[in-house]
């Protein structure tokens, strides 16, 4: 273990993306960040959109509260994505 990946995180070792040569997302655009969030929120909000209708369903109200909050958090998640893509460029 190289003193360089101590340095920054004390004991334990910094880990570090395949390809990204040791330079943090912000140095890098941060590109690749910002398409695995909009995945994330998308996923969400697809998640709890299907989990709300079966839910109802098979009338299970505190199941379809739990699927909307994950629908309505994906959908904060994808607006925040957007307004920082909005500040990029």
């Known amino acids: 273990m190289s003193e360089e ?8 070792p910094v880990s570090r993306a395949p390809g990204s040569q040791g ?7 941060g ?5 695995g969030e909009k995945a994330k929120a998308k996923a969400e909000q697809v998640v ?3 989990v709300r209708k079966v839910a109802h369903a098979v009338h299970k109200e505190t199941l379809a509260a739990k699927g ?16 920082k893509d909005s500040f990029k460029h």
């Open 5 to 12: 990946d101590t340095a920054c995180s004390g004991f334990f």
């Open 23 to 29: 330079h943090p997302a912000s140095e890098r655009g």
């Open 31 to 35: 590109i690749e960040m910002s398409t």
């Open 48 to 50: 709890g959109k299907t």
């Open 68 to 83: 909307a909050a994950l629908e309505a958090r994906g959908r904060m998640r994808g607006t925040k994505e957007r307004a």
